[in-house]
């Protein structure tokens, strides 16, 4: 917050005590609506399959010669009908199981998962009625798609900001918190449990549907959301080596971790890969299908933690990088999240020094999302308003770069354009939060292809996922030194694909055994272990990289630029 | 009460309201200590093969070049050293695994459930700490045995009386009462495990093991009991055609029921066999073998809901007889369980009509129990002080046979003798309810006999369990008519075989699966769908029964009594 903040009356209000009567403005950007988080993934094609499946059944009355017990009765006929064969169930079933069925006149319909459980048991045809969640459980947001299992479609989606944000930004210091004492850990658990069910809330209210059908959850995160959210102890995530507690794919029901979909649901989570490469990234995996390709791929999806899967249908490796929340809009000074009214692309004429933008949805602005501070950091560097150091050229000279409290800093959306009638800019120190975050991607990135002997013209493709904007633009992505310099056609963006390979998962049990398959097939690579870790990061720092050999689009681009 | 006994300032507490300040004295015969319930019941011999065991494993440390999971790790040991191929677990587990690895320095114990489901993993080598329970609850009392699951050894035994009682004697009140809504239905079974919990603490803290080392319940009782334990609706089995909401084996979390055991235990119930033959019969024909036998035998376990069972390794055939409580000393005038100071023989001199008795434990007598009650009606009928209706003689004269208001009774012990310094006498009240508890378990035996044409000369052995005295006199139970006239030597008492069979389950899995092999070749009778009960059950209230032919020892010697 800047001294001219403060003289005109803005306080930041998580460090302000009320201590009388006040009114509270709240200004337009820090308004974002939790609904506006973008949802969207790329959807990969699946054959309807899900491990729930509801049976509509009449059975035939007990009398005093025919006196089989309710349950082997049900049980008997969903095995003549459907084939059925070895049936469980548990106590939550059988205790309403004598009324139910007396209630249905003996037609009731059986919810059975995995053709092995059933999970409920209603009176008559209720078979159209079957729902389950997929779930994202990002670092910084929650998001579901609420799926109609007889049909595949997703019928609603919910998102709200992940609330164990209070306890930290980042999951290192989350993991602190929680290992003080396991109430700590409970209390993040409940916290991150209560979110989720908001967001669930919000999709089944949307699409009408109750909780009570909804009868499978496919979860998603990574390894620390994964631990909090079934209360594992996360402690050792963080201290070394880095062991998750668990790494196979987990049933757990809805009732023993909270979750407010019928008691009786299966959570599934996808399988761990590593300390932190969790679920969401096999879920990335399962949505891009890097694991069934032909020839090398790489794989980003780019959040506060960014996972990095490098490989083909021989085998693939992984890592995850602490990029932090920057291309989430946070540290950034008018960053905002991939929502309507936010900068996502921006373009700077490198002979005009002209400034433009578009915003998503096409309304004014009301600040930077990822892919737009991409863009300005990006276009900054090639217009050569910064340098590869990323600072500020001081003879930089254009009615866009203007100067506060002897920072220089660039305006890319006027006072009287702007939602929050202020001006958006670009700070030397958004600047240098985006070349902390991309020399961390970079890193992983370098790391695995040296390990894997994969040089940028060896990549097929690179798939670009997270949640940080509607279109990256791939070359200012190669020429901020993000990605590896590969051909702009090879770049494809796909947005949430932990969400989209969570609802493969949760329509196809297909998918799931894809999942162990991946798990089998990925060597997970622990960066902070590498030697070379610290002296990559500090050389990837440089826009686009210190070593320009390793980007000879951008150094060809440089020696022209010099040329002309 | 007679008006005698109100006159001396006796009370029914049930029946008093206190208005102030006042003095109880609770007589003597009503102070019995829960803990005498009588536990003693025959036991197979059986090849030690428990569901739980414990291993004790020594992982491998993780470091970065080798960042296996804990759970992975500690699955891939168990597999290595003892071939467990397939093992699961819960989040309970889960939840503490990366902490107790880590505090035992990677030395840890796993309590593996059925070879597939760990269910506790402890710190360093803790493997001689594994118990289980065998609980069987009847209508009336609670008996549990903790068993050491490494050498089958009982080590304690806990019993109390089935707190339920409050709710009614017998278990359509009980049912009736649950009927009225569910939290009824709810506060019945908290109710019940909190008497179980109560026996089962109490047997712990006599062995001194801690209820976390608890991790297998074996549970068995009548459908009634096996319901309300497990919160099941059991409304329907009061009402025809009776029909038990589950009949197959369940296994339950103990965490789901509130056992206080291992929260993550698994409760396991034997299978229900009808609507009122429950576990408890298939732990009777566990402990007996009749599944087994060459020949035909006859099993009845007395209690408050007495089950029969008839047949050979063929097939058997099964029912429940309404008894009530008689046998158990209830609604007897001077009726006691069978604990220290019960009269459990009594003997009638027929000439000089000089009653003899002996006592449990040889102590003062107290009151009168199941066997002595079985005995004092008996020898009543051989010394023709009472006639085949079970009325007194009015000529019968003698110093043991005393009138009050006009009513005939029976003096087996006088003031001077007895330890609560009142008479202990049978009254004509207690003949009748004598007779209609025999009538009704004869039935049961004379309509299996009749299905499956089996006469008494076809029987090999008559097995009669329950908790009602130690040594039931074999000639008394055939002289009043409660089995089949049947040679003495084939009538054998073997007690309290519910526990036991229940024991047999808890320490070997094959035994669960003759469990399963019993219900398979088991047929369930509903009595009171059989045309002939009444006129059977009218018949059999006589002593020993209005058809004399069906008792021939009993025609015999009556016929030569009165050539004598």
Chains 1, 2 share one sequence.
């Not at 959210?229 to 809805?254: Q, R, W």
């Not at 979909?261 to 299908?289: C, E, K, M, Y």
Request: proline share 4%; aromatic share 6%.
């Amino acid at each position: 917050m800047t001294r001219g903040e403060l003289k005109a009356g803005y306080r930041l209000a998580c460090q302000t005590e009320v201590l009388g009567d006040a009114t509270v403005f709240v200004p337009e950007e820090s308004r974002i609506e939790v609904r506006k988080i973008q949802v969207w993934g790329f959807e990969r094609r699946v054959t309807l399959e899900p491990a729930v499946k509801k049976f509509y059944v009449v059975l035939p009355k007990p009398c005093l010669s025919d006196v089989q017990a309710d349950w082997e009765r049900l049980v008997d006929q969903l095995r003549k009908k459907f084939g059925l064969k070895t049936l469980t169930t548990g106590v939550e079933v059988l205790e309403r199981l004598p009324r139910v069925v007396r209630r249905g006149e003996w037609a009731v319909t059986a919810t059975v998962w995995n053709a092995e459980k059933i999970v409920d048991v209603e009176a008559g045809d209720v078979s159209s009625e079957s729902y389950g969640l997929a779930v994202d459980v990002g670092t910084s947001k929650i998001v579901v798609y609420l799926v109609d299992l007889n049909s595949g479609d997703t019928v609603a989606v919910g998102a709200i900001e992940n609330p164990q944000i209070m306890y930290g930004e980042d999951v290192i210091s989350r993991i602190t918190f929680a290992f003080q004492d396991s109430r700590k850990l409970k209390s993040l658990q409940r916290i991150l449990v209560r979110g989720i069910n908001a967001a669930l809330e919000e999709a089944c209210k949307k699409a009408a549907v109750s909780r009570r059908n909804v009868y499978e959850a496919v979860f998603v995160g990574n390894t620390a959301m994964h631990h909090f959210f079934f209360g594992i102890d996360a402690t050792y995530l963080a201290v070394s080596p880095y062991t998750p507690a668990v790494s196979e794919a987990l049933n757990v029901k809805a009732e023993k971790i909270g979750l407010k979909i019928n008691p009786n649901a299966n959570i599934h989570a996808l399988p761990v890969l590593g300390g932190f490469v969790g679920p969401d990234a096999v879920a990335d995996i399962l949505s891009s299908r890097i694991h069934r390709a032909r020839k090398k791929q790489l794989l980003l999806d780019i959040g506060t933690n960014t996972e990095v899967v490098l490989g083909d249908r021989e085998g693939l490796v992984c890592c995850s990088c602490a990029s932090g929340p920057a291309f989430e809009g946070v540290h950034i000074k008018h960053g905002v999240k991939a929502v309507s009214g936010a900068i996502e692309k921006v373009r700077i004429n490198p002979s005009s020094l002209k400034v433009e933008y578009e915003t998503i949805g096409g309304e004014k602005p009301l600040g930077i999302c990822g892919t737009g501070i991409i863009d300005a950091v990006a276009e900054m560097f090639k217009a050569r308003i910064i340098d590869e150091y990323g600072r500020f050229n001081k003879n930089a000279k254009a009615p866009c770069i203007k100067e506060e409290n002897g920072e220089k800093q660039l305006v890319i959306a006027g006072k009287n354009e702007t939602a929050t009638g202020k001006e958006i800019v670009v700070t030397q120190a958004d600047i240098n939060e985006i070349q902390l975050a991309k020399a961390a991607v970079y890193t992983g990135c370098a790391i695995l292809m040296k390990k894997e002997n994969v040089h940028p013209e060896d990549l097929d493709q690179v798939f670009i996922a997270g949640a940080f904007g509607s279109h990256i633009n791939s070359e200012n992505a190669v020429f901020l030194g993000l990605v590896p310099d590969v051909p702009l056609r090879k770049i494809k963006f796909l947005g949430n694909t932990a969400v989209t390979g969570a609802k493969a998962a949760l329509i196809s049990t297909k998918i799931r055994r894809e999942a162990e398959e991946i798990v089998k097939k990925t060597r997970y690579v622990e960066l902070g272990a590498q030697p070379e870790f610290q002296s990559e990061f500090s050389k990837a720092l440089s826009i686009p990289h210190r070593d320009l050999a390793r980007f000879p689009t951008v150094k060809k681009w440089m020696e022209d630029f010099k040329q002309c």
